[in-house]
């Protein structure tokens, strides 16, 4: 790829009209005119296709020097601005990219790609609901686009939408029937809403399309855990941590099942875990000197006592807390 370029560059050096120049990164605006007499369009195109390699690479600044010029030959292409749009994006240059990216669906309102990326530059600005509207439109545009139904399940759950995030998820499996994560999503949306059967449905379906799928462990065995089947619960748990050996939240909850079946060796073992991912977490020890107390190891519950007391003197007035509901997307 790099020899390409290199080729490329030294034609540009004997033919003037591909001379490279510094054009700056600010955004432009998007003319409608048509591009200027005697430019030949392929040279606009050929930079954006490096730009697009750029971007690739995960090189936005090389890609915003490639599109840039490929602007300056050929003015109104759409297309440059998109990845334009995408270049800043991954710069963390908002302004910039909505600034593009508005140009662009102005000028071309079903033009997916680029409701789609202005959404995605909303959503970083902390603008949901217009990036609920630009995804909204992506789809209008490109009803089968995934990375837009994707997107929108990630919102829905962040707004606490899971009606709204369930229907997306739907139109994810509808897409890919095979797809584990969505399965997996959904269920934790409908053990939000109450409706136990699905969650556990969606689970047991993402674990049967996928059995390395560690949040789905994680998930059923923390349902099972709230509803007091300890030993389902144990045995989730311990496909979760065979997964991913350090899922504290796995631990934790595996911890507690011990401790209500009064296995207080095994919780011991699973708290000395935890503080060897986490060596600094107070309720932690607290936790494991309530388990050292209960198995009669009175020593050491009085040195994690101690120990916790040291790593915050108020933790004393807490008991250990459980984790929420498993990772989403």
Known sequence: ????????????????????????????????????????????????AEGVGYLS?????????????AIRLEPGVPEAYVHRGRAYLKKGQI?????????????????????????????????????????????RAKPDMRSAHVGLVGIFSQLGRF??????????????????????????????????????ADWDTTLRLNPQFTEAHFNRGMYRFRKGKYREAIRDLTRAIAIEPNHVPAHQYMASAHTSLGEHSKAIESYTHIIGVLPNQAEVYLARSQAYRANGEIEKADADYRRAIELNPKVERHSPALPREGKNR
Do not use: W
Not at 10 to 15: A, M, V
Not at 57 to 69: F, H, K, M, T, V
Not at 110 to 135: F, P, V
Not at 172 to 184: E, F, G, H, M, R
């Open 95 to 139: 302004p910039e990219a909505i600034a593009d990216l508005s140009k662009v669906v102005e000028l071309d309102p079903t033009n997916a790609e680029a409701h789609y990326e202005l959404g995605r530059a909303y959503h970083k600005s902390g603008q949901r609901e217009q990036a609920i509207d630009e995804l909204t439109l992506a789809l």
């Open 1 to 48: 790829m790099e020899k390409e370029r290199t080729c490329l560059r030294h034609l540009r050096s004997i033919f003037p009209v591909f001379l490279v120049s510094s054009v700056a990164c600010d955004p432009q605006p998007l003319p409608s005119d048509a591009p200027a007499s005697g430019t030949p369009a392929s040279a606009a195109s050929e930079y954006v």
């Open 57 to 69: 690479e995960g090189d936005p600044d090389a890609a915003l020097r490639s599109i840039n010029e």
């Open 163 to 200: 009606k709204e995030a369930i229907k997306s998820c739907d139109a994810v499996i509808q897409l890919d029937p095979n797809d584990a994560k969505a399965y997996s999503e959904r269920g934790g949306f409908y053990l939000r809403l109450g409706h136990s059967d699905r969650a556990l």
